[in-house]
């Protein structure tokens, strides 16, 4: 395997944000929570390939009672995220637990799983599996697929009964070299995803993982999908590029440059088709404005 010095195994910084075993705090108020160390696949790419099955030495092994102390002990935590490997590997009585036992923390709001099992394994979605998500409501989903391809009518059945369980689901996807680094490929895998009720949502560059260099694309061929997209189909289909800062420094989006200009006067911007408007920026309010204003009280 060919190693570039700028690769990483941990590129994204998880070990350093790790207050307790398998618990990842990066951002203020969420938490990543590995609970196992199984994956459905074995991607190249994976940013968490040093631990998934141990296969490089990691020695992780999940600790529940650790990650779930910690999350009950810091109110901040109102967003937290399954992953791992795989959470839809784990048997249904373990999820059960989990899930009920997150769902018991008052500051908890919201929980997602990141999960390929969809894809890889959509006879996983059981309906017994589904009731689980139902009791503990809302759970959502974001899937892992990177090419249409993946798109079965086994994947779509799978989706369609989460959709039915009330889960909302969203896609992540990696650009990957060859795979899907085409505007049309991304087109028609984007299409296909809301055709099975999954919104694309993240579009990532590939990180500096180990032994990735012949997946990673240059950025700007990222940028150049986005702008294809935008305005040649529907806003849902349109996922955010992001770039996992190397180091640790979080998913920063990454856009194609639509402002040209902005001032105290104007914003300058362009759309779709390259025309360029204007539209004004106003400092104060004019005296019609203040004539009209409403009452403070009313404003409260």
Known sequence: MSVSPQELKDPCGEDGHMPVPGLVHRYPDRVLFLVTDRCAAYCRYCTRSRLVSNSQGYDFHPEFEQGLKYIEEHPEVRDV?????????????????????????????????????????????????????????????????????????????????????????GNQSVLLKGVNDDAEVMKSLVHRLLQMRVRPYYLYQCDLITGSAHLRVDPRKGLEIIEKLRGHTTGYAIPQFVIDAPGGGGKVPINPEYVQSIDDEEIVF???????????????PSELDKSIALPAELLV
């Open 270 to 284: 362009r759309n779709y088709e390259g025309r360029i408007f204007r539209y004004p920026v106003r400092s104060e």
């Open 81 to 169: 995220l399954l992953s791992g490997g795989d959470p839809l590997l784990l048997a249904d009585r373990k999820l059960d637990y989990l899930l009920g036992r997150l769902r018991a923390i008052k500051h908890v709001e919201f929980i997602r799983i990141g999960s390929r099992i969809p894809i890889f394994l959509p006879q996983r979605i059981t309906p017994e599996l589904c009731k689980i998500f139902e009791k503990h409501e809302p759970i959502w989903i974001s899937i892992h697929a990177n090419h249409p391809r993946e798109c079965t009518a086994e994947v779509k059945e799978a989706c369609d009964r989460l959709a039915r369980a009330g889960v909302p689901l």
